[in-house]
């Protein structure tokens, strides 16, 4: 089965703090994602990376950078967390032949203090 | 992408068959239409997904309209496992990005 995994469930971190979110995927896939869920506006894309070093800005990427120094593993950034990120985000990966399925990880959720 | 309506909530007793609909009148010729599933405190889970025709698997079927403006998401029998938030999501040429949208939330009664 796919792995996706995410380095933590859940994070506190304080206003002005750089934040890293770690997501790696065991099916050797060149696509990953990264969400954030917020309750009444769905899943929102904020980067997304095609191959290694590739990124890709989504729908929201302002206040957020990644990093894919390897295929297995894509990270997310908050350079200085804002309360405004406290969301849930969640990473995602798949095959690249185009409309494949999504396999997602479990999630972190991360509060802004 | 095209966009997706579905029901905010609906409610099954367990053991019961479910049917999920979702219209998408909006959508392309070359647009599939994927299901993915959120259970409470994960991340969303593939369930089933087709083109034109209907589709079966372990977890689902998919009933696609002839018109492919509308399709429905059948559990055959409801467990209370199967309680979760249940999304539709037209996936075309723009590739594998996701746009999910409100969802359904299926509430399963014992």
């Known amino acids: 089965d796919v792995k996706v995994t995410q380095s933590s469930r859940y994070l506190v971190k304080r206003t002005g703090e750089k934040v890293f979110l770690e997501c790696v995927q065991d099916?050797?896939?060149?696509?990953m994602f990264w969400y954030r869920q917020d309750p009444g506006l769905g899943l929102r894309l904020i980067y997304f990376?095609?191959?290694?070093?590739?990124?890709e800005k989504g729908d929201i990427p302002e206040g957020y950078s990644v990093s894919r120094e390897k295929k297995e593993r894509f990270s997310l950034i908050l350079e200085s967390a804002s309360t405004n990120q406290t969301s849930m985000y969640l990473c995602?990966?798949?095959?690249?032949?185009?409309?494949?399925?999504?396999?997602f990880g479990p999630g972190t959720r991360l509060l802004v203090l | 992408d095209a966009k997706t309506t579905q029901p905010n909530s609906m409610e099954s007793n367990e053991e019961e068959p479910v049917h999920l609909p979702c219209n998408h009148s909006?959508?392309?010729?070359?647009?599939?239409i994927h299901w993915y599933r959120q259970l409470p405190s994960q991340g969303p889970e593939y369930v089933i997904h087709?083109?034109?025709s209907n589709v079966n698997n372990r977890m689902a079927s998919l009933a696609i309209a002839e018109d492919r403006k509308s399709s429905t998401l059948i559990l055959h029998r409801a467990t209370l496992r199967d309680a979760a938030v249940y999304y539709c999501?037209?996936?075309?040429?723009?590739?594998?990005?996701?746009?999910f949208g409100g969802g359904t939330r299926l509430m399963v009664k014992p």
């Open positions: 995602a990966s798949s095959s690249p032949r185009g409309r494949e399925t999504q396999y």
């Open positions: 099916m050797d896939h060149e696509n």
């Open positions: 990376s095609y191959d290694v070093k590739m990124k």
């Open positions: 909006t959508i392309s010729g070359t647009d599939y």
């Open positions: 087709g083109l034109t």
């Open positions: 999501i037209l996936i075309g040429n723009a590739g594998n990005m996701l746009t």
